[in-house]
């Protein structure tokens, strides 16, 4: 959480597990299913305004944590770009 706080300079109140890709991502499908159960709603037209904020709000959820999670996979994916990769029994590729 700390280094995350110095890499883009915007720290947020989540405990450290929820920046993990995995975490992210798997809290970003529970956000679009909420959301679809609301919009649901809104689109069939027997809604309240309760399900437009709950709705779109769910979605703006499932952004964040989806950004979130590839922000994760991008990081760990730089960790390996430029280096060579040793296999058992193998040349570097």
Do not use: C
Not at 25 to 33: K, R
Not at 65 to 87: I, M, P, T, V
């Amino acid at each position: 959480s700390e280094q995350y706080s110095r890499q883009s300079g915007v720290m947020l109140p989540l405990p450290r597990f929820i920046f993990r890709p995995l975490t992210s991502a798997i809290i970003a499908i529970v956000h679009i299913y909420l959301a679809s159960g609301h919009l649901y709603h809104v689109f069939t037209g027997d809604f309240q305004f309760t399900d437009v904020w709950k709705g779109f709000g769910a979605l703006l959820g499932a952004y964040v944590f989806a950004a979130l999670a590839f922000n994760g996979y991008a990081s760990r994916s730089e960790k390996f770009a430029g280096k060579k990769l040793y296999f058992k029994n193998q040349d570097p590729v």
